[in-house]
């Protein structure tokens, strides 16, 4: 099939951050209707590539690269021309609704996507509102135009999202990392309104688990340290094991005798129910989590998982009729101070990722582990400077130790966190879907090394919709529907078979 009518050339793109190269001499061009699977590792440079095709970020001065954007108006090589023709959707767009927590319709959301607002300052009316609850339902998502923004699943905000990014009647969408942290269910939805987006749209979707890719794709890029490393047509669904190499460092045998592990924390939860802007997120939840157990928590997205982790780290509280007591043996016993319960509990999520906004280093970040602080409030000892650096090194990601966080990907920047949770030796890790955002050797280290963890006596609570995603040393299982518990007790040993 050819692809005739231009839409974006890239010559030579060059990008630099903070002395490091995140574009190395990139050149391609993308035609109209020829959708493109952009793969690579964490670092490899997707998501900065993205951001290069928007317009959004601009070449090194210095560079030879030129840009043109192929307007319905002709060629253009301003970046506003990128911003017009081009939309975006990427895990810091999801993020920053997380951050200002954005308590407005579904409708409303999609509404900014014509201005490319931050804020929503008036209501749809008119024409605007026929056309986004027409193409809401040519995306199937009529439905969610009425929901309120903190009432949605993860998939669910997603699907509006690209609803959003389409309201603009844009020649190309980019989607980075677009299917990652969905459930199967919310996964097939969200690739069903993309293949109807795609005969309204280019699209260009990135991604680091190519089993996810759609089959009506019609090229591939896989990029590695920056650069393009391949470049070809797909005849069809992308082959699920393409060699791509992480430039992580890893060691995939870590060696743990620096983590230190206490005797085992108790949770225990009677009749708990949470309201988020006043509906229920969870109801009249009955778990009790005992010294030595590790647990796998299940659940679609919507199911109230990270409510419930957030619940058992101390940041949500039981309505009325409920209570959590936390017994945590290396704060001293059981424990109602705040202060306290975040020292002995550590939870890693998506939330934590999208909220922890602060320029710092990851050597810095890791270290504020010390003190579950959000910033270094402290002068830093040379025995806990070790220890960040010994969790750096077991996460592979000391290189990272003077750069920047916000010059990290979303998978340096996971990383960087789970280090951080394991500083200062906690009772309780929770980790929220760990491996959200991480390509696939960084998701394999981490799974070993959490199995490691949990084999030498680290209690962990591990979050997942991916029964994948689960390790021989799981002993126990809750799974969540709706915000209800529909299992409580030992793990089934077909499920981790």
Same mark, same amino acid.
């Given at each position: 099939?050819?692809?005739?009518?231009?839409?974006?050339?890239?010559?030579?793109?060059?990008?630099?951050?903070?002395?490091?190269?995140?574009?190395?001499?990139?050149?391609?061009?993308?035609?109209?209707?020829?959708?493109?699977?952009?793969?690579?590792?964490?670092?490899?440079?997707?998501?900065?590539? /993205? !951001? *290069? =095709?928007?317009?959004?970020?601009?070449?090194?001065?210095? #560079?030879?690269?030129? &840009?043109?954007? %192929?307007?319905?108006?002709?060629?253009?090589?301003?970046?506003?021309?990128?911003?017009?023709?081009?939309?975006?959707?990427?895990?810091?767009?999801?993020?920053?609704?997380?951050?200002?927590?954005?308590?407005?319709?579904?409708?409303?959301?999609?509404?900014?996507?014509?201005?490319?607002?931050?804020?929503?300052?008036?209501?749809?009316?008119?024409?605007?509102?026929?056309?986004?609850?027409?193409?809401?339902?040519?995306?199937?998502?009529?439905?969610?135009?009425?929901?309120?923004?903190?009432?949605?699943?993860?998939?669910?905000?997603?699907?509006?999202?690209?609803?959003?990014?389409?309201?603009?009647?844009?020649?190309?969408?980019?989607?980075?990392?677009?299917?990652?942290?969905?459930?199967?269910?919310?996964? /097939? !939805? *969200? =690739?069903?309104?993309?293949?109807?987006?795609?005969?309204? #749209?280019?699209?260009? &979707?990135?991604? %680091?688990?190519?089993?996810?890719?759609?089959?009506?794709?019609?090229?591939?890029?896989?990029?590695?340290?920056?650069?393009?490393?391949?470049?070809?047509?797909?005849?069809?669904?992308?082959?699920?094991?393409?060699?791509?190499?992480?430039?992580?460092?890893?060691?995939?045998?870590?060696?743990?005798?620096?983590?230190?592990?206490?005797?085992?924390?108790?949770?225990?939860?009677?009749?708990?129910?949470?309201?988020?802007?006043?509906?229920?997120?969870?109801?009249?939840?009955?778990?009790?989590?005992?010294?030595?157990?590790?647990?796998?928590?299940?659940?679609?997205?919507?199911?109230?998982?990270?409510?419930?982790?957030?619940?058992?780290?101390?940041?949500?509280?039981?309505?009325?009729?409920?209570?959590?007591?936390?017994? *945590?043996?290396?704060?001293?016993?059981?424990?109602?101070?705040?202060?306290?319960?975040?020292?002995?509990?550590?939870?890693?999520?998506?939330?934590?990722?999208?909220?922890?906004?602060?320029?710092?280093?990851?050597?810095?970040?890791?270290?504020?582990?010390?003190?579950?602080?959000?910033?270094?409030?402290?002068?830093?000892?040379?025995?806990?400077?070790?220890?960040?650096?010994?969790?750096?090194?077991?996460?592979?990601?000391?290189?990272?130790?003077?750069?920047?966080?916000?010059?990290?990907?979303?998978?340096?920047?996971?990383?960087?966190?789970?280090?951080?949770?394991?500083?200062?030796?906690?009772?309780?890790?929770?980790?929220?879907?760990?491996?959200?955002?991480?390509?696939?050797?960084?998701?394999?280290?981490?799974?070993?090394?959490?199995?490691?963890?949990?084999?030498?006596?680290?209690?962990?609570?591990?979050?997942?919709?991916?029964?994948?995603?689960?390790?021989?040393?799981?002993?126990?299982?809750?799974?969540?529907?709706?915000?209800?518990?529909?299992?409580?007790?030992?793990?089934?040993?077909?499920?981790?078979?």
């Amino acid at each position: 099939m050819e692809f005739c009518s231009p839409l974006i050339d890239v010559t030579d793109a060059r990008v630099t951050y903070q002395g490091l190269r995140a574009l190395d001499d990139v050149t391609l061009s993308l035609h109209a209707g020829e959708h493109l699977a952009l793969r690579g590792g964490n670092g490899a440079g997707k998501s900065t590539l /993205l !951001r *290069l =095709l928007r317009g959004e970020q601009w070449p090194d001065q210095d #560079s030879r690269c030129r &840009i043109v954007w %192929h307007t319905a108006g002709g060629p253009e090589t301003s970046p506003l021309a990128g911003r017009g023709m081009v939309s975006l959707i990427a895990p810091a767009q999801q993020e920053r609704i997380l951050l200002q927590g954005w308590d407005i319709t579904g409708e409303d959301l999609v509404f900014g996507g014509i201005s490319e607002a931050v804020y929503v300052l008036r209501h749809a009316e008119g024409e605007d509102k026929a056309r986004i609850h027409e193409l809401a339902a040519q995306l199937d998502a009529e439905p969610l135009l009425s929901r309120r923004v903190p009432e949605l699943s993860q998939g669910e905000l997603r699907r509006l999202l690209v609803a959003r990014g389409l309201i603009r009647n844009p020649r190309a969408l980019l989607l980075d990392e677009v299917t990652d942290g969905l459930d199967a269910d919310s996964r /097939l !939805r *969200l =690739l069903a309104m993309l293949e109807k987006a795609s005969v309204l #749209s280019t699209l260009v &979707i990135s991604t %680091h688990r190519p089993e996810t890719l759609p089959d009506w794709m019609h090229r591939e890029i896989c990029m590695e340290h920056g650069r393009i490393v391949s470049d070809r047509a797909l005849p069809g669904k992308p082959v699920a094991h393409l060699a791509v190499s992480s430039n992580c460092g890893m060691d995939l045998t870590p060696q743990l005798s620096g983590v230190k592990h206490g005797e085992g924390a108790r949770i225990e939860i009677v009749n708990a129910t949470v309201y988020l802007s006043g509906t229920p997120v969870l109801h009249d939840i009955n778990w009790t989590i005992e010294p030595g157990q590790n647990w796998a928590v299940l659940g679609d997205n919507g199911a109230g998982k990270s409510t419930l982790m957030r619940l058992v780290a101390g940041d949500e509280f039981a309505a009325a009729g409920g209570s959590v007591r936390r017994w *945590l043996p290396r704060q001293g016993g059981e424990q109602v101070k705040l202060e306290c319960i975040r020292k002995g509990i550590r939870l890693v999520s998506d939330l934590q990722q999208a909220t922890y906004t602060y320029d710092i280093t990851g050597e810095e970040l890791v270290f504020s582990g010390f003190d579950n602080s959000v910033g270094v409030y402290r002068a830093i000892a040379s025995d806990e400077l070790d220890e960040a650096h010994y969790c750096m090194r077991l996460l592979g990601v000391e290189h990272l130790a003077r750069r920047s966080i916000r010059r990290c990907s979303t998978g340096e920047m996971r990383r960087l966190l789970l280090a951080r949770a394991l500083i200062g030796s906690p009772d309780l890790l929770l980790l929220d879907e760990p491996c959200s955002g991480l390509d696939p050797a960084a998701r394999d280290h981490v799974l070993e090394l959490v199995d490691a963890l949990m084999d030498q006596g680290v209690q962990i609570v591990l979050v997942s919709h991916r029964r994948e995603d689960l390790i021989p040393t799981i002993t126990h299982l809750l799974r969540l529907d709706h915000g209800r518990v529909t299992w409580n007790g030992p793990c089934p040993e077909d499920l981790l078979s």
